[in-house]
């Protein structure tokens, strides 16, 4: 799957969508997808797929460090 580059945290995604992201206490080598949507994150998982249907809100979005976008919409 094709990603954008890496954003700060500060940086916020333009659209609501999926998107990678590093956390403070995971490796950058495998980092989560978490859903962006009106302003708020919601909790990681560890498919693209999984991350489109998650429900719940992020308790841990403060632990952000960056976030990149998939080019495409997942499967």
Same mark, same amino acid.
């Given at each position: ?23 403070? =206490? ?16 919601f909790?990681?998982?560890e ?15 403060d632990? =952000?460090?960056?976030?990149?976008? =998939? ?5």
């Open positions: 799957m094709k990603m954008t580059e890496w954003f700060p945290i500060n940086v916020k995604p333009v659209r609501n969508g999926v998107y990678q992201t590093i956390l403070g =206490l995971r490796e950058a080598d495998n980092p989560p997808y978490q859903r962006y949507e009106d302003g708020e994150w909790s990681t998982c498919t693209a797929q999984e991350a489109e249907d998650c429900p719940f809100v992020s308790a841990i979005s632990l =952000l460090h960056a976030w990149r976008g =998939l080019t495409e919409k997942p499967e």
